[in-house]
């Protein structure tokens, strides 16, 4: 009988070894299978590692030779990160190479590059040569202290911006009380050039031309009018497919802008001397923090697609007089349909046209609200309006920062239930169930 019962749990034992053996040997050949084919899975809740099929769509078409260099040493985690970010990369356009470079042991390529800190990316092609610092890969959120990893964008606009035929380029005008770029525009600046965007201030009236690499012209509140010559010169530029964005203050009481002021009539658009307030679309109970209404226009497609607000304080009313061969849009106005943002293209000849985005205010391009909901996506709209070779990426951020459980209600409860009592009482009862079966055998 006990040599029956022995017989029995060899056999029950062997048995139990042989299944064991067998799902560890299933184990890893899944393991080499997936290995050598290089299959990986981004689990991940914002897909970090995961490239979107916005930027496998913008690097299908790249056909040349990019050079990546990141400045920092391999064994860092950061490091690992951006090797993974380039696996993904590599498996949809092989042109594109990656180094990384330690700084410590190769001091001529840190002299070379002239690289100023760690963890420093060089973009290179035969055309030319754009440098993104870590602290543009990494955006902060600073009301929830998030961080956001933004590698994927600042890489393939940095993709796109080596290999494009021509570096687009915004001048910014002064010399009237406007804007500065190294002042009031510092952070549209640098949100620009991040885009592979050119900025230049230039001063008009004492150039007295517009360069021929001009391809947009930003006049961003300006306190005092322009003279008969510059408006000549900015309605030649404008007849020749021009591009300008004219931004107004709000009105104040006696000024003189009636050249510029003409200048947007012959186009169709109107600038009157009042400011807009809506008790409905406002921001904060303030009626002249206005919250617009968008209208279809590829200039707010994106806000519009992704539902997200811009703010316009202290807004001065447009209207629409027609214009033979100029076509006017309203792109954003208050609930009560007062506009407050209008274009005008006029046809020249075939393939050039020129284009006009007059808006009633000049603050929200301001380094104080820019960053405020979609503030700046205005600018990045009327670029993609403007020049359709802009190659502006747009890929939302990825979070950085781990998202913590929250339990509510009766969840801490039931959790407390499920794992002090009933998972021991069910391996209780299912080792119970086992013990007696195997003692009847």
């Not at 000849?349 to 609200?369: M, T």
Request: aromatic share 10%; hydrophobic share 40%; net charge negative.
């Amino acid at each position: 009988m006990n040599i029956e019962k022995l017989i029995r749990g060899i056999k029950y034992g062997s048995n139990s070894i042989t299944f064991a053996a067998t799902i560890i040997g299933i184990i890893i050949i899944i393991n080499l299978f997936i290995h050598s084919f290089n299959i990986q899975w981004d689990l991940t809740r914002s897909k970090l590692y995961s490239l979107s099929n916005e930027s496998k769509t913008l690097l299908k078409d790249i056909d040349e030779k990019v050079e990546l260099l990141f400045f920092a040493n391999p064994a860092d985690s950061i490091s690992l990160d951006i090797k993974q970010l380039y696996e993904s990369i590599s498996k949809v356009n092989k042109n594109i190479s990656l180094d990384i470079i330690d700084p410590m042991k190769n001091p001529s390529l840190v002299n070379e590059y002239q690289i100023n800190s760690e963890y420093t990316f060089v973009v290179s092609s035969n055309k030319r040569t754009k440098q993104i610092p870590y602290y543009d890969l990494i955006r902060v959120n600073y009301n929830t202290e998030e961080h956001y990893f933004d590698g994927e964008t600042s890489l393939i606009q940095a993709i796109l911006d080596v290999t494009a035929e021509k570096e687009i380029t915004v001048y910014i005008l002064e010399g009237h009380g406007e804007f500065h770029k190294d002042k009031e525009l510092t952070l549209l600046t640098h949100l620009l050039e991040q885009k592979g965007i050119k900025v230049v201030n230039y001063f008009l009236a004492k150039n007295k031309d517009i360069p021929k690499d001009c391809d947009i012209i930003y006049i961003i509140g300006p306190q005092f009018d322009y003279s008969p010559d510059e408006i000549k010169l900015l309605e030649n530029y404008l007849d020749d497919d021009g591009k300008m964005l004219l931004t107004f203050n709000a009105y104040a009481e006696g000024e003189n802008l009636n050249n510029l002021k003409n200048l947007a009539l012959n186009y169709g658009i109107e600038i009157e001397d009042s400011l807009l307030k809506d008790p409905i679309n406002n921001y904060g109970g303030d009626e002249q923090a206005l919250i617009p209404l968008y209208n279809s226009h590829d200039i707010v497609k994106k806000l519009m697609e992704d539902n997200i607000a811009t703010i316009i304080p202290r807004a001065r009313k447009l209207s629409i007089k027609e214009k033979s061969a100029v076509t006017n849009n309203v792109v954003f106005e208050t609930s009560e349909g007062l506009p407050f943002a209008i274009t005008a293209e006029k046809e020249i000849i075939a393939g050039k046209k020129a284009q006009l985005l007059v808006i009633g205010n000049s603050f929200f391009a301001h380094d104080e609200i820019i960053s405020i909901g979609g503030n700046i996506e205005i600018f990045f709209g009327a670029l993609s309006w403007f020049r359709e070779d802009s190659n502006i990426v747009d890929i939302p951020p990825k979070t950085y920062t781990p998202k913590p459980i929250v339990l509510v209600g009766t969840q801490p409860v039931l959790i407390f239930i499920v794992c002090i009592f009933l998972m021991p009482l069910f391996v209780f009862l299912f080792g119970g169930i086992v013990y007696f079966r195997r003692r009847a055998l």
